[in-house]
């Protein structure tokens, strides 16, 4: 089923554009700060849930060669409503952002909506991500899609022929975007659509920003230097990251760890390799929707703009919501499920 590219507020009854938070919440720093909010009906995701260790194939971190790449997902049935007769609507596989992981907020509250929905989940972990760390000798980068496609296209065939979809958040919306390209020479089985929420497309650009904003700065630097901490914990024949504890912005940090390796020569180098540009929306062979807000503190809506016309791309961008927020009151609750479920619902009657 193909759709245009649009962007929010373009119909009426469109509830992704009629999104408009309290005006206490119309600040994108708010939004972004209020993300990690855990509503109380946010758990309902983790009731029943089963853990799925998955084989994402080698190891190109090349410190574990001998050793198939292993992830660590956690799967939930959908609720069966009456007149379901016990099928579920379809899989979703719901990926976290940079430092987040399947316990994240976004990802209860989303994910508990989508089983309220009839929906099966699996929130997957990228290496090093929750408490995977001892899983792989080798530390993550964001350039490491291989081994997050492979483990998806495992998780496609546990679809078993129903509709299979693809939510990720913001690094982990980079990695859904990046997939969904990837997708015509290297099929994920069943997949219907994927959605990126606040997707850094541009890396380069989100860790200036996200160096200028110093919350944000504090918050990730100290949320990476206790993953980095844990790692070399695990593995300290092969880690010492103490030179980090003194390096003060995310750029520097990302520099040092790539000059002790031989994968890239700079920083520059290393989030260019994983940028998506413009140019690259040509490869998209399955539906892709994009979901973003004006006022996101780390990621600029003219990253998206920027994307070309394809029938297979859809965009919505929200004047509010900031980073992964999209929060209202009274009481405080997340929006952001009310604003992605509709995208996956749109596809009920796909051929």
């Not at 009854?13 to 972004?32: A, E, I, K």
């Not at 509250?109 to 000798?137: C, E, I, P, Q």
């Not at 990046?178 to 650009?205: E, F, S």
């Not at 479920?341 to 596809?347: A, C, F, G, S």
Request: charged residues 20%; aromatic residues 8%.
């Amino acid at each position: 089923m193909n759709r245009t590219a649009t962007q929010a507020n373009t119909r009426p009854h469109d509830p992704v554009g009629n999104y408009r938070p309290h005006f206490f919440l119309r600040n994108g720093n708010v939004q972004t700060i209020l993300s990690r909010h855990i509503p109380s009906d946010a758990h309902l995701v983790t009731k029943g849930e089963q853990m799925i260790l998955l084989d994402a194939g080698p190891d190109y971190t090349g410190f574990d060669p001998g050793r198939s790449v292993r992830l660590l997902g956690f799967h939930t049935p959908g609720r069966r409503g009456p007149g379901s007769a016990g099928v579920s609507r379809g899989l979703v596989m719901l990926l976290h952002g940079w430092e987040g992981d399947s316990h994240s907020a976004y990802n209860l509250s989303m994910g508990s909506a989508l089983v309220r929905a009839g929906y099966d989940v699996l929130r997957l972990n990228m290496r090093d991500h929750g408490s995977t760390h001892h899983l792989n000798k080798g530390i993550f980068y964001a350039t490491l899609i291989q081994e997050v496609h492979a483990a998806v296209q495992q998780v496609g065939l546990l679809a078993a022929r129903r509709p299979f979809f693809l939510i990720g958040a913001s690094l982990g919306a980079n990695f859904v975007v990046r997939m969904a390209l990837r997708n015509a020479r290297d099929p994920i089985p069943n997949l219907r659509r994927a959605i990126a929420v606040n997707p850094a497309l541009n890396p380069q650009r989100t860790c200036t920003l996200l160096d200028r904003h110093a919350f944000l700065r504090t918050y990730f630097r100290n949320c990476w230097l206790k993953s980095l901490r844990k790692k070399q914990l695990l593995f300290p024949d092969l880690y010492d990251f103490a030179s980090l504890e003194s390096i003060p912005t995310i750029r520097e940090m990302t520099d040092w760890l790539i000059k002790q390796s031989d994968r890239f020569n700079n920083v520059d180098e290393y989030l260019n390799a994983y940028s998506v540009r413009p140019s690259d929306i040509a490869e998209l062979s399955v539906p892709l929707s994009i979901l973003s807000a004006v006022n996101d503190p780390i990621i600029p809506p003219g990253d998206i703009t920027a994307l070309p016309f394809h029938p297979l791309l859809q965009v919505h961008i929200l004047k509010y919501g900031g980073h992964v927020g999209y929060n209202d009151l009274f009481p405080l609750h997340t929006r952001l499920p009310e604003l992605v479920v509709p995208l996956l619902e749109q596809d009920d009657n796909a051929d």
